[in-house]
């Protein structure tokens, strides 16, 4: 029975994928096999013996602590564009508050009390909530992937000019973008000619503070930046001190906090780009289908810190090894494994930066001699035996 410890709430859909004949799944739930999480931020917590991934339904990964998980082993998943498109029709509703007065018009007809004057009195105050169009404006996107792909070409949709910026863009998303996208190679340039700027590019401790006063310098006074990636990414009190000498118009975000509460300029919302639906969803699908695949036959796909690795299962006996990627363990583990007598019928090694990982198929179940001498490799990091054999 493998065990699988949730947090946060995962789509039941999600959870439905596990089997209630060889899973268990729950929030409290001693040694578990996996971690199935959203926002739960695992930094400081001191992980399980028994841990061997962590599914991340949903694409940020900074709330795990990856370094760690590659010294113990643990693989860690994601669910990469499985909520890309609730996150672009936030924008869309953001770009739209940034740009007509709608919350402060709504605040004004909420604080109404019934009257006999209420039509003369709405034509009267109208005035004050009107604002600008969306076609024919700039749009700069900071990282077009998934999400930042989407927006781009939803701009476009728009009527507006899209300007783009990502200098690791991957081959899958440049073939999403639209051609009309102007690439940019410059993050200042492209900060002076957007009315609209929408950031979607991850937390790194390259991107940590990214917009600063210096960004900000240059921008027009028209600008509505929208941060729907993450609040590290921008220096709040370089937002204010822009809003408030009046170099720029709004700041819409998805990260509220201290310094960014109750200012006029900036409408905030509690993290919800993911939350629809239709995400939750995906993204649980999506996780779950990859950490049993994971469980079960030791395959990997979508992680942030393994290599993708599949190979259809040959024998009812297959062993994994985690390793560090340095010369010469993948001639141990074969001379372990035929020092014992065992025969390999199939094996794929694939590694990934400082991690090499190996999907190995023997003829028979390993010995407890062998297995130890593989654990016993100084680089190995761990070693599992799935299927019919799991006794150790
Ligand atoms: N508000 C919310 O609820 C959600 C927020 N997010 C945030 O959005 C981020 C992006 O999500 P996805 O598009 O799904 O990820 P993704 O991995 O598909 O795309 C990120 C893109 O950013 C680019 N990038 C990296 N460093 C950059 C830099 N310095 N400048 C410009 N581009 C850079 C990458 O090359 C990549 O193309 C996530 O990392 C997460 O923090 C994601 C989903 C929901
Ligand atoms: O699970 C959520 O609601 C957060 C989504 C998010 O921020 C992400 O996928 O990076």
């Not at 863009?169 to 051609?179: D, K, M, T, Y």
């Not at 200012?263 to 990859?290: F, K, R, Y």
């Not at 299962?313 to 372990?336: F, G, M």
Request: aromatic share 6%; proline share 4%; glycine share 8%.
């Amino acid at each position: 029975m493998y065990k699988i410890r949730t947090y946060n709430t995962i789509s039941v859909k999600g959870l439905n994928r596990f089997s209630r004949e060889d899973y268990e799944v729950a929030s409290e739930l001693p040694h578990p096999d996996a971690f199935l999480i959203r926002s739960q931020k695992l930094h400081d917590m001191e992980f399980p013996e028994t841990l061997k991934a962590i599914g991340r339904a949903g694409a940020g990964v900074n709330n795990v602590p990856l370094e760690r998980c590659i010294e113990q082993g643990i693989v860690v998943f994601n669910a990469p564009g499985a909520n890309a498109n609730a996150v672009k029709e936030l924008v869309l509703a953001g770009m739209l508050l940034g740009s007509r007065d709608i919350y402060a018009g709504m605040k004004f007809v909420e604080s109404l009390d019934q009257q006999d004057g209420l039509d003369p009195l709405l034509e009267k105050e109208k005035k004050r909530f009107a604002g600008t169009e969306l076609i024919g404006k700039t749009l700069g996107v900071v990282g077009l992937g998934n999400i930042g792909s989407l927006v781009a070409n939803m701009g476009l949709a728009l009527g507006m000019k899209v300007i783009g910026y990502d200098p690791a863009i991957s081959v899958e998303a440049a073939w999403r973008l639209s051609s009309d996208v102007e690439k940019m190679d410059n993050l200042n340039s492209l900060f002076g000619r957007a009315d609209y700027i929408s950031l979607h590019l991850p937390v790194l401790d390259a991107t940590r503070g990214l917009v600063s006063d210096n960004l900000l310098s240059g921008v027009k006074p028209s600008l509505v930046l929208l941060n729907f990636a993450r609040g590290e990414i921008v220096d709040n009190s370089a937002i204010v001190r822009a809003l408030d000498d009046g170099r720029m118009h709004r700041y819409v975000s998805d990260f509220p906090a201290n310094d960014t509460l109750r200012h006029p300029g900036i409408l905030q919302m509690p993290h919800i780009g993911a939350s629809t639906g239709e995400a939750e969803e995906n993204c649980a699908i999506m996780v779950a289908d990859q950490l049993m695949d994971f469980l079960e036959n030791g395959n990997i796909a979508n992680s942030v810190n393994f290599p993708n690795i599949a190979l259809p299962r040959t024998t009812p006996v297959r062993v994994t090894i985690t390793n560090r990627n340095v010369p010469k363990v993948l001639n141990q583990i074969t001379a372990i494994i035929a020092e014992h007598d065992i025969n390999i019928v199939d094996m794929l090694n694939k590694s990934r930066a400082d991690l090499a990982y190996n999907i190995i198929d023997l003829e028979a179940c390993p010995t407890d001699d062998s297995l130890d001498a593989l654990r016993s490799i100084e680089e190995v990091i761990n070693v599992r035996v799935l299927g019919s054999c799991q006794y150790r």
